[in-house]
């Protein structure tokens, strides 16, 4: 599991926060050149919204949070919750974003997209996120 | 001295557009597309960028608010021309929605201008500048205007040694926009609808340094993307050389009919090269005619070509033809599609000439073509149809064109487009009664620059095809419908 993996060994949900804190922007990076800033907001929400039914905490209301704000609040969400509620939550989020993507766009073209992302895992070095 | 700058013209990869373009696209030329929603502008805009781009030559694609980037790769990527793999290879997409949300020409510039000096891109596209032009009131005081951001892009563009392509939803028809000025080439998209038929045309109103096909030329969005039916260029026949002028198919040839006695009747077959009309109501015979002229080419080896315009092919084609179709020996193209433009039928027929190498060509029925072709058309029929029999008597090749003639018994007539006198020779098919049966005769009416019979025969339609009998001799009035025996002079001893 990439988050687990960019989280280290034996993470704390600070330390998901921190690896999902580190994942999202990239994210963002990758596919805000290619379908804008707010495009890519409104998948995050509406993923958001779709793992919220399994995880009320991640419920994000407010309509004028975007991007930059929008993920501070998602970490500072997974920071409060116990691992592996945070782990799960985080995970969930991710697939539901990749999944609503490539129900979009096709998968091919998701990958191409978000292949970068994946290929470089960690950019967070090992100590912060360390025992 | 000759150091004149040679402009280098791309081949854009979309079928027909280069021919209407006037042989490609200059290269670092700033053009718009532009056209009315629906029209096919981001699609053609896509098609030419995956057409051209490289690794060398990549290509930018700038979307701004018009179209939600999503929802455009969500749609473009369903034609075949959209190669995934090139994304983020050769192609690269850049959204500037924020910067023009914020209402600042001078951003957007320099946004455009910073990813086009990063990627050195050789292509760049916008799509679209009329949501650039929307933003355009929000512009703050001492900002760039409109024009000049036009402007500069367009200089910017073309000195970075880019093919620029600025896509928009904008009628030229309206007030003319300083934009149209600036650009090198102009494409304006259109597709009108009348009755029940939708017709895209495109026009390039403008290119800089080449010679355009004038007009408005149809094309089609298919599956494979944009596909361009430049209207058939019919050639001057100087008459300077034999050879090299337009019926260079003339030789001195007869083509054999396939019908005993009917060779005869035109004074030793179709000259080569000849375009002819049979002409009759209804069931007279005149696909049996055409079918038998196909079979007399298939049997010498010329193939040939069939354009048939029939609801139910298959079942009102005779096997005979079937079985040549189906053994390769003659080519059709069968369309029951009712808004087809009359170049895109001589587009796929001199094709499928070519490609059969046909000497032979039967289009049944001119009736069922005028109802095949959209109703926009229709108001231009004859001089369309003038463009196609003068296009395919350039290529060399002999036609048979079939028309349905209602039967009327007070004027004589061979089509009801006036298009007899647009063809070489005319076979006339009528029925009559006699004893109270319903036959048939048909006669040769003309055959261009060659002697041929003047007799009203009567014939009979047989599982081996037509067959010729005697001149109606006993007969007169056979023409009003109504024939009456001639009185039989007394035989004398």
Redesign the interface.
């Known amino acids: 599991m990439l988050l687990a993996r960019r989280a280290g060994k034996t993470p704390d949900a600070k330390a998901i926060a921190a690896a999902a804190a580190d994942i999202w922007p990239q994210v963002m990076a990758q596919l805000a050149p290619v379908i804008g800033v707010r495009g890519v907001n409104v998948l995050l929400r509406r993923a958001l919204h779709l793992t919220s039914a399994a995880f009320p905490w991640l419920q994000i209301t407010g309509d004028q949070e975007g991007g930059a704000a929008l993920l501070q609040t998602l970490t500072t969400r997974l920071a409060g919750q116990g691992v592996s509620s945070a782990t799960e939550a985080s995970r969930e989020l991710l697939e539901t974003f990749t999944e609503l993507l490539t129900t979009l766009i096709g998968e091919a073209l998701t990958e191409r997209l978000l292949g970068p992302v994946w290929a470089h895992p960690s950019t967070v070095p090992q100590q912060e996120t360390g025992t | 001295m000759n150091d004149k700058v040679a402009i280098r013209r791309l081949a854009t990869g979309v079928p027909g557009l280069d021919a209407i373009l006037g042989g490609g696209l200059p290269e670092f030329s700033f053009n718009l597309i532009v056209g009315p929603p629906g029209s096919g502008k981001t699609t053609l805009a896509h098609q030419i960028m995956f057409g051209l781009a490289t690794k060398e030559r990549p290509a930018l694609f700038f ?1 701004v608010l018009g179209e ?4 455009m ?2 749609y473009q ?1 369903q034609f075949d021309f959209f190669e ?2 090139r ?2 290879e050769s192609i690269h ?3 500037l ?2 910067e023009v949300t914020e209402g600042n020409f001078d951003h957007v510039l320099a946004r455009i201008m910073r990813e086009v000096e990063t990627a050195s891109p050789g292509l760049v596209f916008v799509d679209s500048f009329r949501s650039i032009m929307l933003e355009a009131p929000r512009q703050d005081q001492g900002a760039i205007g409109l024009q000049q951001f036009t402007q500069q892009l367009g200089m910017f563009l073309s000195s970075w040694e880019a093919t620029t392509f600025l896509v928009g939803e904008y009628s030229p028809e309206g007030q003319p926009h300083p934009i149209f000025t600036v650009a090198d080439g102009l494409l304006v998209l259109d597709q009108s609808v009348r009755r029940n038929s939708m017709v895209r045309q495109m026009q390039v109103l403008k290119m800089r340094g080449q010679a355009t096909r004038p007009g408005k030329q149809t094309f089609r969005i298919s599956n494979a993307g944009v596909e361009v039916f430049p209207a058939a260029l019919v050639r001057d026949d100087t008459g300077a050389s034999e050879s090299a002028a337009s019926g260079s198919g003339r030789t001195r040839a007869r083509l054999g009919m396939g019908v005993p006695l009917l060779d005869e009747m035109l004074g030793g077959g179709l000259p080569s090269g000849y375009s002819m009309l049979v002409a009759g109501p209804s069931g007279s015979g005149k696909t049996i005619l055409a079918t038998a002229f196909l079979a007399e080419g298939v049997r010498v080896g010329e193939p040939g070509v069939v354009v048939a315009f029939e609801q139910t092919p298959s079942q009102s084609r005779a096997t005979m033809l079937d079985d040549m179709i189906r053994a390769g020996k003659v080519g059709l193209i069968n369309t029951r599609s009712l808004d087809l433009s009359i170049d895109e039928i001589v587009q796929r027929l001199i094709d499928l000439i070519h490609r059969m190498k046909a000497t032979r060509v039967v289009i049944d029925s001119l009736s069922g073509f005028e109802l095949a072709v959209a109703p926009s058309f229709r108001d231009d029929f004859r001089e369309s149809l003038f463009r196609m029999v003068a296009v395919l008597s350039g290529l060399g090749v002999t036609v048979l064109m079939t028309s349905e003639l209602e039967d009327r018994y007070d004027d004589l007539r061979f089509s009801p487009y006036g298009s007899a006198f647009l063809t070489d020779a005319i076979i006339v098919e009528r029925y009559i009664e006699i004893e109270s049966r319903l036959k048939r005769v048909l006669a040769v009416v003309k055959v261009r620059g060659s002697a041929h019979s003047n007799e009203l025969r009567q014939f009979k339609i047989t599982d081996d095809g037509i067959v010729i009998g005697d001149p109606v001799h006993d007969y007169q009035g056979l023409l009003s419908g109504r024939p009456t025996q001639t009185p039989t002079p007394h035989k004398v001893a």
């Open positions: 979307t939600p980037p999503l929802k790769f969500r990527q995934l793999t994304v983020n997409f850049v959204n929605s924020e």
